[in-house]
């Protein structure tokens, strides 16, 4: 457990952040981590059906449209 714990923790440190797109569509990529910051904005969020293992911050008060997306629940 620890050592998967302290794996989680450096690839979360080592990941980039990007932005997501706010009122626009973004297309999520494996091993990615994204921001949705933008107060009240409406992020659309695709996987096109794919497994895709991504990461979304959300650190506003936001609205996140999922089209298409699949969506897997991990306990850590």
């Known amino acids: 457990m620890k050592l998967r714990m302290l794996t989680f923790l450096s690839l979360a440190m080592t990941s980039l952040a990007f932005a997501l797109t706010p009122n626009g569509k973004t297309t999520l990529v494996n091993g990615t981590t ?30 996140i449209v999922m089209n298409n997306c699949h969506i897997e629940s991990k306990s850590w």
């Open 34 to 63: 994204y921001k949705a910051d933008d107060e009240g904005a409406t992020y659309e969020i695709t996987t096109n059906g794919a497994d895709v293992n991504a990461v979304i911050d959300v650190t506003a008060n936001v609205t």
